[in-house]
């Protein structure tokens, strides 16, 4: 499976970011999409994560303010930001779990104070 995000950028705190991530490849044998971010000196978190099972987890520090979103076939994933803090401003990267984990290349989200 591979990964491509887009959306990432610039925006000042209390603004809006929407994250996408399109998939390619081997799409049937995905089971769950998300996106994790890796802040500078900071290990890899986990945002939000969707399953194919009907689950939908986030990191309690964005509940509220971000959504994950995903069409039916596990093309593509999202996630919309609102509300972004200074603290959110990381390398956002998409993931999927099929086979193994796949994951994108990075996108840079940074909220300025």
């Known amino acids: 499976v591979q990964l491509v995000e887009s959306g990432g950028g610039l925006v000042p705190a209390g603004g809006s970011l929407r994250l996408s991530c399109a998939a390619s490849g081997s799409i049937f044998s995905i089971n769950a999409m998300g996106w994790y971010r890796q802040a500078p000196g900071k290990q890899r978190e986990l945002v939000a994560l969707k399953t194919s099972g009907g689950s939908t987890n986030y990191a309690d520090s964005v509940k509220g303010r971000f959504t994950i979103s995903r069409d039916d076939g596990w093309n593509s994933v999202y996630l919309q930001m609102n509300s972004l803090k200074p603290e959110d401003t990381a390398v956002y990267y998409c993931?999927?779990?099929?086979?193994?984990?796949?994951w994108g290349q990075g996108t840079q989200v940074t909220v300025s104070a």
């Open positions: 993931y999927a779990r099929s086979f193994g984990p796949s």
